[in-house]
C-alpha cells in the first residue's frame, strides 16, 4: 500500500513529499495512488486564495470523503465538478489541490466548495510552497506527482 508520494516541480527542482491519509478517506487514496505518476501542467486557483491544481486527465467521480471546505496549509485535496454545476464549469473536471498558505479556502464564484482530503504535505515545503506562490504571477508550471519508496 503507497504510503507516501512526492509532489515536484522539475523545472524548479523543487519538490515535497506527503503522506496519503488512508484512515480518513481510503476510497480517494486508492483511486489517487492508483493513477500515479502524473504529469501535467498544474495552475494557481483564481477563487480560492492559496490554492493549486492539477486537472486529471481522467474525470474521476468519487463519492465526498473527508469532505471539507475547511483548510490548512499542507492540506491537499480531491475533487470532481460536473458541467454546469458552477459558473464557467463547461466541462465534466477532475483535480488534485493542494493548499499552501493560511488564505486557502477552495471555492468557486458562487462561494465555498467541499473537497476530499486525502493527504498532507510532511517535508520540506517551504521552497516548493514558495513556487506555488509565485505561480499567481508566473502561470502555469510542469508538475509531476509520483510514488516515494
Wanted: aromatic content about 10%.
Amino acid at each position: 500500500m503507497t504510503r507516501r508520494f512526492k509532489l515536484s516541480f522539475p523545472d524548479e527542482q523543487v519538490s515535497a513529499v506527503a503522506e496519503l491519509l488512508w484512515d480518513e478517506a481510503p476510497q480517494t487514496c486508492e483511486s489517487i495512488a492508483g493513477l500515479m505518476p502524473l504529469f501535467g501542467r498544474t495552475h494557481h486557483a483564481i477563487y480560492s486564495g492559496s490554492e493549486c491544481v492539477l486537472l486529471l486527465d481522467a474525470v474521476l467521480r468519487l463519492e465526498k470523503e473527508n469532505a471539507t471546505s475547511t483548510v490548512s496549509r499542507g492540506d491537499i485535496g480531491f475533487a470532481w465538478m460536473a458541467a454546469g454545476s458552477s459558473y464557467g464549469v463547461r466541462n465534466d473536471f477532475a483535480e488534485i489541490c493542494w493548499f499552501y498558505d493560511l488564505d486557502a479556502a477552495p471555492r468557486m464564484w458562487e462561494g465555498p466548495v467541499t473537497v476530499n482530503l486525502f493527504a498532507r504535505i510532511v517535508e520540506p515545503a517551504d521552497e516548493f510552497y514558495a513556487v506555488c506562490h509565485r505561480m499567481r504571477r508566473e502561470g502555469t508550471k510542469l508538475m509531476g506527482i509520483e510514488v516515494t519508496p
